[in-house]
C-alpha cells in the first residue's frame, strides 16, 4: 500500500488567491436573470424524466422556455446597448 501524505503538501500547498473580481462579479449580476430563468425550466423537466408529461406540466415548460428566450434577449439588448450596437 502506498502512503500519499507526502502528496498532500503539494496538492494544498496553494490555496486559491483572492475571489472573482468587481467585473466578474458584475458580469454574474447582469446574467442573473438568464440564470434563474435555467433554473426554473430545469425545475418544471427534472420530474418529467420519469414519468409521462400532464398538460400542465406541458404548459410549465413552455413557460419556463419562454422566460428563458426573454431574459436572453434581454440579456443581449442590454449587451448591445452598452457597446453601442445593435441586437
Given at each position: ?20 473580481t ?6 454574474i449580476e ?46 443581449l ?5 452598452q ?5
Amino acid at each position: 500500500m502506498k502512503n500519499i501524505a507526502a502528496l498532500q503538501a503539494v496538492v494544498t500547498a496553494n490555496p486559491p488567491v483572492g475571489g472573482p473580481t468587481a467585473g466578474e462579479l458584475d458580469a454574474i449580476e447582469a446574467e442573473m436573470p438568464l440564470i434563474l430563468a435555467e433554473v426554473e425550466l430545469l425545475d418544471a423537466q427534472i420530474p418529467l424524466l420519469d414519468r409521462p408529461a400532464t398538460v400542465l406540466d406541458e404548459r410549465r415548460i413552455r413557460r419556463a422556455r419562454n422566460r428563458v428566450l426573454a431574459a436572453r434577449c434581454g440579456l443581449l439588448n442590454r449587451t448591445a446597448a452598452q457597446t453601442g450596437g445593435a441586437a
